[in-house]
């Protein structure tokens, strides 16, 4: 359940963007969405507009606002994370200086876990001071972060539309009163019990919108 709910990956953000962005990111403050409510429909929708589906955490800093999020998510099939399966693990960097990195290894097996475990309690062991102050309990953080809970990304809806003239128009007229601007729309497959299924593709968009 940890793993198909994306829990792992949370408590896993919520260390690598304490560290990344120097202040505490607790496993609270992210927004967390597995892959429970995902059918192959959506996956084959995404494959024939060239997406590859994959449950991605994403941390993003904007001077001390910081989103955090763990959720399914559509990425280019010629991405490298598009790539990365089975007990593979990937972090894909974007900074302002050195612009795209990623690192790529076993995130799963008795060996590697072992491995890693075995570092961690060598380090601990070995060190008088914690290496990273980020962790420390401070009840005032030096830096306080502000939690972004309306980001910025486009969006995937699919959605079961009766089949009859002005009901794409409804539609469009309802993103649009919400200021979403759409980029695709496609109809898949045939007209089932009076209703088919629409694949709206929007552009950058809020959440909440």
Same mark, same amino acid.
């Given at each position: 359940?940890?793993?198909?709910?994306?829990?792992?990956?949370?408590?896993?953000?919520?260390?690598?963007?304490?560290?990344?962005?120097?202040?505490r990111v607790t496993f609270e403050d992210v927004y967390v969405e597995g892959?429970?409510?995902?059918?192959?429909?959506?996956?084959?929708?995404?494959?024939?507009?060239?997406?590859?589906?994959?449950?991605?955490?994403?941390?993003?800093? =904007?001077?001390?606002? &910081?989103?955090?999020? @763990?959720?399914?998510? /559509?990425?280019?099939?010629?991405?490298?994370? !598009?790539? %990365?399966?089975?007990?593979?693990?990937?972090?894909?960097?974007?900074?302002?200086?050195?612009?795209?990195?990623?690192?790529?290894?076993?995130?799963?097996?008795?060996?590697?876990?072992?491995?890693?475990?075995?570092?961690?309690?060598?380090?601990?062991?070995?060190?008088?001071?914690?290496?990273?102050?980020?962790?420390?309990?401070?009840?005032?953080?030096?830096?306080?972060?502000?939690?972004?809970?309306?980001?910025?990304?486009?969006?995937?809806?699919?959605?079961?539309?009766? =089949?009859?003239?002005? &009901?794409?128009?409804? @539609?469009?007229?309802? /993103?649009?009163?919400?200021?979403?601007?759409? !980029?695709? %729309?496609?109809?898949?497959?045939?007209?089932?019990?009076?209703?088919?299924?629409?694949?709206?593709?929007?552009?950058?968009?809020?959440?909440?919108?």
């Amino acid at each position: 359940a940890a793993d198909v709910e994306g829990l792992d990956a949370a408590y896993k953000l919520s260390i690598l963007a304490s560290l990344a962005f120097h202040g505490r990111v607790t496993f609270e403050d992210v927004y967390v969405e597995g892959i429970t409510h995902v059918n192959a429909e959506d996956i084959r929708c995404g494959q024939e507009l060239g997406y590859t589906l994959k449950l991605l955490a994403i941390a993003k800093r =904007d001077g001390l606002r &910081v989103e955090t999020r @763990v959720h399914p998510t /559509f990425v280019r099939s010629d991405h490298p994370l !598009a790539n %990365v399966s089975g007990s593979f693990n990937a972090v894909y960097l974007h900074g302002h200086a050195c612009k795209e990195m990623m690192f790529l290894g076993r995130g799963a097996g008795d060996l590697p876990t072992a491995s890693a475990i075995v570092s961690d309690l060598e380090r601990a062991a070995s060190a008088c001071q914690h290496q990273y102050p980020t962790f420390q309990n401070e009840i005032n953080p030096k830096v306080a972060l502000q939690q972004n809970k309306d980001w910025q990304c486009p969006f995937y809806i699919r959605m079961l539309a009766a =089949d009859e003239p002005g &009901v794409l128009s409804s @539609v469009a007229k309802c /993103f649009a009163d919400e200021n979403v601007s759409i !980029a695709a %729309v496609q109809q898949k497959g045939e007209c089932q019990d009076g209703r088919v299924t629409l694949v709206v593709i929007t552009h950058q968009a809020s959440e909440k919108a």
